[in-house]
């Protein structure tokens, strides 16, 4: 993503989503501008959200234009750089007029230029200069600086509008053209390796490069199939031609190749699209014909093959069983769940082995719930559902040695396979790091990765409750071969025991997925809301006033977060509005890890 529109409700302001969208940006140091929707709703502020922006994120936000008039009277808007009043003349958007200030608004409208300039001007000095010394500045000038600034990620452009009624579209699309950066801004270069040789390769924005582009969105459309949005990072494509494509195994981990065709290329324009013949760098486009492609995938070159960075999905943190209302609708079922897998990557499918249950997983209630709304709305299926079950993970605390000895004789060449391996605690969030540390030749090296393919076999299932283990190291050390009997298989299933034992060692532990809570609630039910969270091992981490209503901040375990919005509504009559979002994992307590320990092992 090269940059982004941030928008913003100006009745609701700064949501826990919009703070989770704004870490990510400030994470990849994405480019953004603000803009302020909804400005005809009732309750609608936009200076109170601009306030809400600075305070909340901590950006050196600045309106660049004012909404003239809001909720029912919201007419136009006044642009800071023109000084010059927008205003529509019916509720479509499609006529207004471009006027001079309305005299009643040109204070208002002084006020807020002299605040814009004083914010370029904090990292700008010709502009601070000039700006202290009553100097005329053109806008040429004031929208270079802006877009200096929006570049650098050192200011936030802010406007207004009504997207419902077309109203401040144009110049927020504007705004998209004159400061928030082309393919070509920051060298125009991405960065990939050679799947085959992990050597790191560049690419540049240019027609005459090798082609790459990424995979971004998978879409199952009625009318033409399955269409794979791709963003072009280099060179150009021709309809009809055979491309590679490169992704990483998710079990392996290993980079892989295969060659598709492409069939049409499409030009979308929202639910418009229109056939083209051939894309350029730094296009994006719809493709048809990628029949096994997923979100994330690089499609490249035949003769020179690119891997770009994927992107990376949290994992699912509940999830629940699911099945056909009727016999007729099994094999339906299957079939709809795949489309919608593959379109939506935090949604996963799978068949429990134990149970042969369908069992599909996703990041909270409401995911699901849409899930199962689109089976019936979009595919025609009817399912029932199980209970919600959490998805827990486990991970140890201390570092232990284990040993892995697979010896099989059945007659023949027999199975020898030995290593001892270290687990180590990572940061949280830092998943999964294999290390080779085996010197002098006790394990050949073309043996290494079937110990890493033994290990990561080993993580799907923790030895607490099953579990998928997260955030480890595994160190293979030293171990010992078979000249005969020595083979991949073996030193594959050493690795699963030796990472089993080490982990036994390891003070392993059950962690469980933590949401976000923020309720805004009438005041008077403010202890109510308190007390239910406190009883749902919530921690409250803050409260403020807003507006005559108070916003609650907690974490709470979602694991005692089922059915938590009915029971909201049941204490405040309905007047108190939640947001749940996934936030961390952290170690469940001794007597709940205990309960989950029991319930897992009575379920195998």
């Known amino acids: 993503m090269d940059g982004l529109v941030a928008v913003y409700c100006a009745v609701?302001?700064?949501?826990?989503?919009?703070?989770?969208?704004?870490?990510?940006?400030?994470?990849?140091?994405?480019?953004?501008i603000a803009y302020i929707n909804k400005m005809d709703r009732l309750g609608a502020d936009f200076f109170s959200v601009v306030e809400k922006l600075r305070a909340r994120l901590g950006a050196n936000v600045a309106p660049i234009q004012i909404p003239i008039g809001?909720?029912?009277?919201?007419?136009?808007?006044?642009?800071?750089?023109?000084?010059?009043?927008?205003?529509?003349?019916?509720d479509d958007g499609k006529v207004f007029e471009v006027m001079d200030i309305p005299a009643e608004l040109k204070a208002e409208a002084d006020k807020w230029q002299e605040n814009m300039m004083e914010c370029i001007a904090d990292f700008d000095d010709s502009i601070l200069e000039r700006f202290l010394e009553g100097e005329a500045i053109s806008e040429a000038e004031v929208k270079s600086a802006i877009?200096?600034?929006?570049?650098?990620?050192?200011?936030?452009?802010?406007?207004?509008?009504?997207?419902?009624?077309?109203?401040?579209?144009?110049?927020?699309i504007d705004c998209v053209l004159d400061y928030l950066p082309s393919p070509l801004d920051n060298g125009g270069e991405v960065h990939g390796v050679h799947p085959r040789t992990d050597e790191e390769i560049v690419r540049v924005a240019d027609d005459k490069e090798p082609f790459a582009a990424l995979a971004f969105k998978i879409m199952s459309d009625k009318f033409v199939g399955r269409l794979t949005f791709l963003r072009v990072y280099s060179g150009m494509l021709k309809k009809g031609t055979t491309i590679t494509v490169a992704f990483r195994d998710p079990v392996s981990n290993e980079f892989r190749t295969r060659s598709e065709r492409i069939g049409r290329i499409m030009e979308m324009h929202a639910n418009d699209r229109k056939d083209i013949d051939e894309v350029y760098a730094g296009e994006i486009v719809g493709v048809i014909g990628l029949s096994d492609v997923r979100t994330g995938y690089t499609i490249c070159d035949e003769a020179k093959p690119i891997s770009l960075e994927s992107i990376k999905f949290p994992e699912p943190v509940i999830q629940i069983a699911i099945e056909p209302k009727s016999r007729a609708d099994q094999e339906k079922l299957g079939t709809s769940l795949q489309r919608l897998a593959e379109e939506d990557p935090t949604f996963r499918v799978f068949t429990d082995q134990d149970s042969g249950q369908t069992i599909i997983s996703g990041m909270g209630e409401l995911h699901l719930e849409i899930i199962v709304d689109r089976l019936n709305r979009e595919f025609g299926v009817q399912a029932n559902q199980g209970k919600p079950q959490v998805a827990y993970r486990e991970t140890v605390k201390n570092q232990a040695k284990g040993e892995g000895r697979y010896i099989r004789q059945t007659g023949g060449s027999g199975q020898y396979g030995h290593c001892w391996v270290e687990i180590a605690p990572l940061e949280v969030g830092k998943g999964f790091v294999f290390e080779n540390k085996v010197v002098g030749g006790s394990i050949p090296k073309e043996y290494i990765p079937a110990i890493e393919k033994g290990v990561r076999e080993g993580i799907l299932s923790g030895v607490l409750a099953g579990y998928p283990v997260v955030d480890i190291k595994v160190t293979v050390t030293e171990g010992s071969y078979h000249d005969v009997d020595s083979n991949e298989n073996a030193f594959k299933q050493a690795g699963v025991l030796a990472f089993k034992e080490a982990m036994k060692k390891a003070h392993p532990v059950i962690k469980e997925p933590i949401m976000h809570v923020e309720v805004t609630t009438p005041e008077q039910n403010v202890g109510d809301v308190v007390g239910d969270i406190n009883g749902r091992r919530g921690r409250i981490e803050g409260m403020e006033s807003v507006m005559g209503a108070t916003v609650v901040n907690a974490h709470v375990p979602l694991s005692e977060m089922f059915g938590y919005v009915t029971t909201l509504r049941s204490l405040t009559q309905g007047r108190a509005s939640p947001n749940v979002?996934?936030?961390?994992?952290?170690?469940?307590?001794?007597?709940?890890?205990?309960?989950?320990?029991?319930?897992?092992?009575?379920?195998?």
């Open 581 to 604: 979002t996934p936030s961390h994992y952290e170690e469940v307590p001794r007597s709940v890890s205990e309960e989950i320990i029991a319930k897992s092992n009575s379920g195998r």
């Open 12 to 32: 609701g302001g700064v949501q826990p989503q919009s703070e989770t969208v704004w870490r990510q940006a400030n994470k990849y140091k994405v480019p953004r």
């Open 70 to 90: 809001a909720e029912s009277t919201y007419k136009g808007y006044i642009d800071l750089i023109t000084m010059k009043a927008t205003i529509y003349q019916n």
């Open 147 to 172: 877009r200096t600034g929006v570049l650098a990620n050192k200011f936030v452009p802010c406007i207004s509008g009504s997207s419902f009624k077309n109203k401040g579209v144009q110049m927020m």
